[in-house]
């Protein structure tokens, strides 16, 4: 295996690993076919290793492949960062910073923390995957994004959680409901009631789930949905009761929901700074820097408002 990384053959892997076929990859890089085939095919000699696996209708990722694919994306990420820096007048960063972000916080929190970045650094690009936990975990760990502000998952050994703050789980329901009028229910009372579910790959059902195992609880489940904005228009409809991170109800000020607190057992959820034990970009890690500073304040006030 060779000491030296060819930069030119990781840029034609990461190209065919995210477009998929060496047709498109080959347009994106400004190649023709054969050339983007010498340039991987060098890559692979030097690593010693078969990097992508090729038929004659699809190209996947080797086992080794998906190991660095991680690492190359980090390489090419940065050398595209570094010299958009060099271009730029006065040494301003510039360049492409990648977000991770559940929908709920994005919605509610993201807006300031882009505009003071956006004052501070006014010719950095930021690109927001706003996906499912479980998505975005994936795009951490694939080097999709730079890092993630999701919610905190099973340890892994690739990966870094930073807690940002604790948000709680609550209760919401049509306004003509019979526990409307309450401060706060049980989970004993949520027992009776035809509940709307969050899809079994989403995190806060896990969450759910994990306690009502642990309490031996028998909860009914009437309805199950892919995305929380649907869970809330179908209890606006009056077609059940949610439970719902607080995030996803905070800022609605119609008349048809309310909002009560769940406890006997109070059940939050940690949102984290989730990413790769590797060393991030340095236009990534000055908006990492902002979001540690100035996330747990603005989910403080955010608290605040709606209480």
């Known amino acids: 295996m060779s000491s030296r990384l060819d930069i030119l053959g990781v840029q034609a892997f990461v190209a065919i690993a995210e477009l998929g076929t060496f047709r498109r990859a ?10 983007l085939g010498r340039r991987l095919k060098k890559l692979e000699d030097d690593l010693g290793v078969r990097l992508l696996l090729r038929t004659t209708r699809a190209v996947s990722l ?14 090419v990420h940065d050398l595209a960062a570094s010299l958009d820096s060099l271009r730029s007048p006065g040494g301003n960063p510039t360049g492409t910073v990648r977000i991770g972000c559940l929908p709920t916080v994005a919605a509610l929190l993201l807006s300031p ?5 956006a004052e501070a650094y006014p010719q950095v690009r930021v690109q927001i995957f706003d996906r499912s936990a479980t998505e975005i975990r994936e795009a951490v760990l694939n080097g999709e994004v730079d890092f993630a502000i999701t919610v905190a998952g099973q340890p892994h050994a690739k990966l870094v959680a930073e807690k940002l703050f604790s948000e709680p789980m609550v209760v919401a329901c ?3 409901h019979r526990l409307a009028k309450r401060k706060f229910v049980t989970w004993a009372q949520l027992g009776k009631e035809a509940l709307i579910s969050i899809g079994n790959q989403s995190a806060n059902r896990a ?15 009437a309805y199950q949905v892919e995305h929380l904005a649907t869970a809330v228009s179908l209890v606006a409809g ?12 905070a800022e609605r000020k119609d008349e048809s929901i309310r909002v009560l607190a769940l406890r006997e057992p109070v059940l939050k959820r940690d949102v984290v ?22 996330l747990p304040a603005l989910e403080g006030q955010g608290r605040a408002r709606s209480a």
Not at 62 to 75: D, N, T
Not at 113 to 117: Q, V
Not at 207 to 219: H, K, M
Not at 279 to 287: D, G, H, R, V
């Open 26 to 35: 080959a347009s994106h890089l400004h190649l023709s076919e054969s050339a």
């Open 62 to 75: 080797s086992q080794e492949g998906a190991e660095f694919l991680p690492r190359a994306r980090a390489v």
């Open 113 to 117: 923390l882009l505009r003071d970045f």
């Open 174 to 176: 049509p306004a003509g």
């Open 207 to 221: 969450l759910i789930e994990d306690l009502v195992r642990g309490q031996s609880l028998q909860l009914s489940w």
């Open 238 to 249: 009056g077609r059940g009761v949610a439970i719902l991170p607080r995030a996803a109800v």
């Open 273 to 294: 700074l989730l990413s790769r034990r590797l060393p991030m970009s340095s236009i990534a890690s000055l908006f990492a820097r902002l979001v540690r500073r100035e």
